[in-house]
């Protein structure tokens, strides 16, 4: 071992029946298979991990989805599936601020009381209080984003506000609508992936909406109605009491 030949050969050398070495040993084993797995799972779902960079929406949601899909390849080790959506919805919400980076929601959509709610429904290209000048995503993503995030956000209240998603998952004997949301977030980033690659320029996807101007008879407002995380509904910058 002291030989400078041998230890420049062999950067990790190990002497059976010390301790130390074989907790050192261990340690190294399990963490090149860990490291052995993550690399196929990251070949298995590329494009997803792509976008949980800083290019993208950050790579803080890396470990996120690491998390979901783990659950996909060992549902075995799942449990308390109703505690396990806040991390989708995280994922959906920092993929809404990156389209709002490229221009595709508007400002006042993001920044706005209920941003979540709200970009997920103006992606749909219902948003009555804009001009679509072009269709903003594939109607499908659109589709998906927008069931996603009613599921998600209803799950985040300890008792759901509509779906009583919450309930639902406690009391159900399988974990299929919980891994069939995971299969749903993947296809959603696979696709919007290439679609922020391909959509990269801010004012090319501003100039597909319009904010359509204001009445003049201020008594009036026409706008959807939505309710926020404190289950209170509003409709624009306008609380409703009811």
């Known amino acids: 071992y002291a030989s400078p030949e041998f230890n420049n050969a062999f950067q990790y050398v190990f002497e059976k029946g010390k301790d130390e070495d074989e907790d050192v040993l261990?340690?190294?084993?399990?963490?090149?298979?860990?490291?052995r797995t993550l690399t196929k799972l990251k070949h298995k779902y590329q494009n997803p991990f792509k976008i949980c960079s800083d290019e993208y929406i950050g790579r803080k949601h890396f470990d996120r989805l690491l998390g979901l899909i783990q659950h996909i390849e060992h549902p075995e080790s799942l449990s308390r599936a109703e505690d396990m959506l806040n991390p989708m919805r995280k994922?959906?919400?920092a993929l809404f601020s990156k389209l709002n980076e490229i221009g595709v929601i508007p400002d006042e959509i993001i920044k706005g009381?209920?941003?979540i709610n709200g970009s997920s429904y103006f992606l749909t290209g219902k948003n009555s209080g804009y001009t679509y000048n072009e269709v903003l995503i594939h109607p499908m993503v659109a589709e998906s984003i927008f069931r996603l995030t009613t599921l998600t956000q209803d799950a985040s209240h300890n008792v759901g506000s509509k779906l009583e998603a919450d309930e639902y998952l406690a009391n159900?004997?399988?974990?299929h609508l919980y891994i069939s949301s995971i299969y749903l977030l993947l296809d959603i980033l696979d696709w919007m992936k290439n679609y922020i690659d391909n959509n990269p320029n801010k004012k090319i996807n501003s100039a597909k909406w319009s904010r359509k101007e204001q009445k003049t008879d201020a008594s009036l407002l026409e706008g959807q109605i939505n309710q926020d995380e404190a289950n209170n509904y509003y409709c624009g910058k306008y609380l409703l009491n009811y």
């Open 113 to 115: 009381q209920g941003s």
């Open 26 to 35: 261990f340690k190294m084993l399990v963490e090149s298979c860990r490291n």
């Open 172 to 175: 159900s004997e399988t974990n």
């Open 91 to 93: 994922i959906i919400e």
